[in-house]
Every structure is written in C-alpha cells, then in structure tokens.
Nanobody, 120 residues
Framework: QVQLVESGGGLVQPGGSLRLSCAAS????????MGWYRQAPGKQRDLVAT???????NYADSAKGRFTTSKDNAKNTVYLQMNSLRPGDTAVYYC??????????????WGQGTQVTVTS
C-alpha cells in the first residue's frame, strides 16, 4: 500500500503565499514523478506542476512565475511554493505520484486533497 498525505492548505489573502507538502509512504520502490493538480468547484481537475525523478519540471501557464515545485528525495516529499496568490487559485489541490511499488508495479496515486482559498 502507498499513501500520499498532503498538508499546508488554508485561507490566504490575495498576494499572499502558501506552501503545500505531500509525503509518500508505504511500499515504494521508486517514484517516477510527483506533482500537483487542482480542481475548482464545477471545473475539471487541472495540472498545476510536476517534477520527474530527474528533476524536470512542468508548469501550467497559470503557475509559471508564481509557483515553484521542489522535492526531497530522502523524504519522498514534494512541495509546492505558491506566491502572489489570486482568487482564481482557489481550489482543492491534489498531490499525485507515479510510483513503482516494491512488487514492481507502477501505479498513479492521489492524495486526499487540501483546500486553498484566496480571498480578501
């Protein structure tokens, strides 16, 4: 079993910052990619940012220049630093990871989601 546990969401004013964390644990052999998606009410779940095991990143246009993803391989943890937050960033943020288990099967896992609300 593999679990992704997110933390760091909350309420912030426009222009503020938040840092999300996502820790993977369980029967992990390797992690190929970790990243963040978000889903606003009534909308589809969209990519925010991802990072491969080699450190390559991919950002949504809306995140470029404001959000930064990083990871701590020793802790199997990925972070999302969000700066200059806007009301349009309000959503549930989900961590996702492509993980090869100790049984050598690769699955995509999702966290439970953490709410980010940007409002004055």
């Amino acid at each position: 079993q593999v679990q992704l546990v997110e933390s760091g969401g909350g309420l912030v004013q426009p222009g503020g910052s938040l840092r999300l964390s996502c820790a993977a644990s369980g029967s992990i052999f390797s992690i190929n990619v970790m990243g963040w998606y978000r889903q606003a009410p009534g909308k589809q779940r969209d990519l925010v940012a991802t990072m491969t095991s080699g450190g390559s990143t991919n950002y949504a246009d809306s995140a470029k220049g404001r959000f930064t993803t990083s990871k701590d391989n020793a802790k199997n943890t990925v972070y999302l630093q969000m700066n200059s937050l806007r009301p349009g960033d309000t959503a549930v943020y989900y961590c996702s990871a492509g993980i090869v288990t100790t049984g050598y099967y690769e699955y995509r896992y999702w966290g439970q989601g953490t709410q980010v609300t940007v409002t004055s």
